[in-house]
């Protein structure tokens, strides 16, 4: 069988990462609807379950579609849903998608995002096949821009009054790791 026929699990040394279901709205509703964890998200923050609930319909479309692939963050002390990460595109055409991830806000600081976003970006280049990962933050978003750049991630250029939401225009940096720069971090 194609290792990408099923949705991927993936293990790290204290997450699971796997499908999101709707039995896990009610955390994600917590995170999604948090002024502090969509400041910089490119979404309004959530305000009812039922955008919680059409948001994990969306996600789960994805994978299917080999359009993208969004996982859920399990931690494995606890089983507690700390948050989610994935590819929100994935361009099969030119070997590129684009990463993103979020926390709620009580798992900050613990080294989870960059845990679980060292063996995504693993699994874009081995198993995706990428050649190109792409991630657009705000020029705000420090801890995220933390993270890009600790994987060798390079900023190529700011995108002006890119993205809308929480009633403004937000540039947005374009930030991107080939496979071969990758390769070469190991
Ligand atoms: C972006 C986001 C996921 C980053 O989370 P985070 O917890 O700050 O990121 P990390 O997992 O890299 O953890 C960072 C810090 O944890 C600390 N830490 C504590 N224990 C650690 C451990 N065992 N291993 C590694 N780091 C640890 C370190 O100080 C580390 O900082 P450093 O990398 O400067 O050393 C989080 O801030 C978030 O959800 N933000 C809102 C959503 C968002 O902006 N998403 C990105 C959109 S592009």
């Not at 994600?28 to 955008?51: A, C, H, R």
């Amino acid at each position: 069988m194609n290792l990408i026929d099923e949705f991927p699990k993936i293990s790290t040394g204290r997450l699971n990462l796997r499908e999101i279901n709707l039995n896990d709205a009610k955390p994600l509703f917590q995170y999604w609807s948090d002024i502090e964890v969509t400041k910089y998200l490119n979404i309004d923050p959530f305000i009812n379950m039922g955008q919680a609930v059409n948001m994990i319909r969306l996600l789960r479309s994805l994978f299917p579609r080999k359009e993208g692939i969004r996982w859920i963050i399990v931690r494995k002390k606890d089983n507690a849903v700390i948050g989610t990460c994935g590819y929100n595109s994935w361009v099969k055409k030119s070997s590129r998608g684009e990463i993103g991830y979020e926390l709620g806000r009580e798992y900050w600081g613990n080294g989870y995002a960059s845990e679980a976003m060292k063996e995504i970006i693993d699994y874009g280049f081995n198993v995706m096949e990428l050649n190109r990962i792409e991630a657009f933050t705000v020029p705000e978003a420090l801890r995220s821009i933390n993270v890009l750049k600790k994987y060798g991630f390079k900023k190529e250029g700011i995108l002006r009054e890119y993205g809308y939401w929480n009633n403004q225009y937000w540039d947005e940096n374009i930030y991107s790791l080939l496979k071969r720069d990758w390769i070469k971090s190991l």
